[in-house]
């Protein structure tokens, strides 16, 4: 019986091999079997790490050229007529970026990871067969080097909640239709070999809305179980506990559950059902979502917690989920401080973890030098972590009285008093015209950054280039004629980093990528330490902006709940602390901007939603924190001052509540796609804050004509009032071209003196 595995290995490689290679075959400079070589050599050398590194089974199918939901999709035959016709080769990644002929399959968030998936599209016309290629590929793959094996699926009630019909029905509908597939996969992979272990990750148990799937699980596994004596099937959830789902599965012949103990403690209370069941428990405590280094000793505490329940030799260890979540290897992080460094894991380390963790608690026969690791690595896991508790370079006393005393965190006035005050002095024009803050970022601008940041360009010429495009960009956006103007955030590589780079308390990685979709990766910085700001960190720019226009400049921050969401955050406070210490930073830059003579800010939460946790228990907290953060951020805001805040969500329906508790005075929204639909909740309720719905999609190069905007224009106003409404594109207009900009915001302003003349 295996001792220990992780859910899941990472696939884009430690250097981003794959992405690499995934972008030269798009781009048509390697073949399609080049890629293939490629990916195949990857995984052999994935897997060689885990066995090297002493993993008792090595996960296969967690590789995937952009998505395993997609890989799902492909090998259940749920293929979308409009991909029918692509040639085979092309299908898969048309199905993922679209083709000449096709739009792409919708991509959406991995619940509440920064992962995208691409959501399944099931249709009655469908009839799905089986597809097993890829799964008995990389099996044969990894045989033919020897190597114990676990395989990898995603389980048939995840991939049908996770899917969406066309039509709007209901998915679960073909529930029976697409579980006859994986009976037939299930089928034929039993018979490769005598025993043959396979994880299936059924992550929508851990969600509430698990309640309306319960009755499915039962029989689906029942049937799974029956199809042959050689699998061992092993149910997997993570990020939450999924205890109402435990206790089902538990009467059903799986082989074992694995069950996530970081960020689903609750999972401890099914322990008497699993011990009773005698099925083997796979306990996830390393944590697969962040990057600090396991605590040994209270992992071992954990363990024995549940081993006095669920006997030892129906223990598995294993990662909380799949360590997609977090970078490679500390290996490359050179330039780190050692210190600092010593406190990381990394996928690699977190399987070394993983190895030690198990040999500790197993207290297995080692050789003689395998002992004096493990007791080594104990020590200086203690070590390390100790350090950290006491660390000078964590904690921050003048921080910490600062949240502990906090008493003012909201704005004196309420909203129809400041409102009334900023009308009067800003004087601004129903249905105000506005960007949301970025505007091109051109090659020039992003090789001025790189290179200044490497000190190869001098501060002074850097200034220069920088007020050029201010300036450059102010003059536009007066020809265009716009009400509210922006600087164009050339400073900013990215909203989060900007910020992070200036707190102190902010950890950057060199080769800290992670997936975010595809062959996109993302680099989050790390909260360590209590945070706090040096130095104003946006004020010069700001001000510069303002100086070169008698128009009224909006400044531009990035939330507190947003940058918190975007990195890696500590975990030896709770998050909503380092959330409060966030929004102190914010809480000053706003107050220095006031004084600078700014009279509107606008501080973005476009990652708000994504930090809602999975079970509606803890959504409640979640908000009330994330609002008094952002509340509090804002709070140096006098009655005059105008607070913006911008969200990259069109769905407001289950969270217009929380929305206007945050008590912004205006809002801009990302509803251009949805035509006014989206907008009704604010009238439903009664919102009674400006808001400014975008008017046009950014994603696309396209540029909207002036009587689109203005039909848009007008269904707005069917919802809510002109003195309401702001008028402004979907998003920040970074990844669009010049031309493309200037043309649509003239289109834009053109729209909007057509309708306040109508
Ligand atoms: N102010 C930011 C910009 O315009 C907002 C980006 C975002 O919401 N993702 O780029
Ligand atoms: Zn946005």
Redesign the pocket.
């Known amino acids: 019986m295996p001792k220990n595995i992780i859910t899941g290995y990472p696939r884009i490689g430690e250097k981003r091999e794959l992405k690499f290679a995934l972008e030269d075959f798009w781009s048509q400079k390697i073949s399609f079997e080049k890629l293939e070589s490629i990916a195949k050599n990857l995984r052999k050398k994935h897997w060689k790490y885990q066995k090297y590194e002493g993993l008792d089974l090595i996960s296969i199918n967690d590789f995937s050229f952009y998505d395993t939901v997609l890989d799902t999709s492909v090998m259940l035959g749920a293929v979308p007529q409009r991909f029918q016709e692509e040639d085979k080769k092309d299908q898969y990644f048309a199905m993922a970026r679209g083709s000449k002929n096709a739009v792409a399959m919708e991509m959406t968030k991995w619940f509440n990871t920064n992962y995208h998936y691409i959501v399944p599209e099931l249709c009655a016309q469908d009839s799905y067969k089986l597809d097993a290629s890829k799964i008995l590929t990389e099996y044969a793959e990894a045989k033919e080097l020897g190597l114990p094996i676990k395989i990898n699926l995603l389980g048939p009630i995840s991939y049908v909640a996770l899917s969406k019909r066309t039509d709007g029905e209901d998915t679960f509908e073909f529930f029976n239709k697409i579980t006859a597939v994986y009976n037939e996969l299930l089928e034929v992979l039993s018979k490769l070999d005598d025993t043959v272990y396979i994880q299936i990750e059924e992550p929508v148990l851990s969600t509430d809305d698990n309640l309306k799937v319960l009755s499915l699980i039962k029989p689906t596994y029942d049937k799974f179980c029956s199809i042959s004596q050689n699998l061992k099937i092993i149910v997997s959830t993570y990020f939450e506990h999924s205890n109402e789902a435990t206790k089902i599965l538990v009467n059903t012949p799986i082989y074992g559950l694995g069950l996530d103990f970081v960020a689903g403690r609750e999972n401890l209370d099914t322990l008497e059902d699993i011990a009773t069941s005698s099925k083997k428990l796979i306990a996830g405590v390393v944590d697969g979502r962040n990057i600090w280094i396991n605590d040994f000793e209270a992992s071992l505490t954990l363990l024995k917690e549940i081993s006095s329940i669920v006997p030892k030799d129906n223990i598995i260890i294993s990662s909380s989920c799949s360590l997609l979540h977090v970078p490679y290897s500390l290996e490359h992080e050179v330039k780190m401080e050692s210190e600092i460094k010593s406190w990381l894991s990394y996928a690699n380390e977190k399987i070394i973890e993983v190895n030690i963790l198990s040999k500790l608690f197993f207290d297995v026969d080692v050789s003689h030098k395998d002992v004096i690791f493990i007791q080594e690595s104990l020590q200086k896991n203690k070590e390390a972590n100790d350090a950290r508790k006491i660390s000078n370079k964590i904690h921050d006393k003048k921080v910490q009285n600062r949240v502990k005393n906090n008493s003012k965190f909201e704005r004196t006035d309420s909203f129809e008093s400041r409102i009334k005050l900023q009308k009067e002095i800003l004087n601004y024009p129903d249905l105000a015209t506005t960007t949301?803050?970025?505007f091109p970022q051109t090659p020039e601008v992003r090789k001025s950054r790189s290179e200044f940041k490497k000190g190869l360009l001098s501060k002074t010429t850097y200034e220069k280039v920088m007020k050029e495009y201010i300036d450059n960009s102010i003059k536009i956006q007066e020809d265009i004629g716009l009400d509210i103007l922006v600087h164009g955030?050339p400073e900013r590589n990215d909203?989060v980093e900007y910020f992070g780079e200036q707190l102190d308390g902010y950890g950057f990685s060199q080769n800290g990528w992670v997936q975010s979709y595809g062959s996109r990766c993302v680099k989050p910085p790390f909260i360590y330490g209590d945070i706090s700001r040096p130095k104003p960190m946006t004020v010069e720019w700001i001000s510069y902006a303002q100086s070169k226009t008698k128009k009224i400049l909006k400044g531009?921050l990035t939330g507190p709940v947003t940058i918190l969401n975007w990195s890696f955050v500590r975990d030896d406070i709770p998050r909503n602390e380092v959330s409060e210490q966030i929004a102190y930073a914010i809480n000053d830059e706003i107050a220095d901007l006031q004084d600078a003579g700014i009279q509107i800010i606008q501080v973005?939460e476009?990652a708000f939603k994504e930090g809602y946790p999975l079970r509606k228990v803890n959504k409640e907290s979640y908000e009330k924190w994330a609002v008094d953060s952002f509340k509090l951020a804002v709070s140096s805001a006098d009655s005059r001052t105008q607070i913006h805040t911008?969200m990259?969500y069109s769905n407001f329906n289950d969270i217009i509540k929380t929305i206007n508790d945050m008590d912004a005075d205006v809002i801009t929204i990302e509803t251009a796609r949805s035509g006014n639909r989206l907008l009704k909740v604010f009238a439903d309720v009664g919102y009674e804050k400006e808001v400014g719905p975008g008017v046009y999609d950014i994603h696309s190069p396209r540029i909207p004509s002036v009587s689109e905007i203005k039909t848009q224009i007008n269904s707005l106003l069917e919802v809510l009032p002109k003195q309401q409404l702001w008028i402004n594109p979907d998003?920040?207009l970074?990844t669009r071209k010049y031309d493309e900009v200037v043309q649509s915001l003239k289109n834009m302003v053109e729209a909007v003196n057509l309708v306040r003349n109508q």
Do not use: V, Y
């Open positions: 949301i803050g970025s955030e909203m531009m973005d476009a911008h990259c998003c920040g970074k």
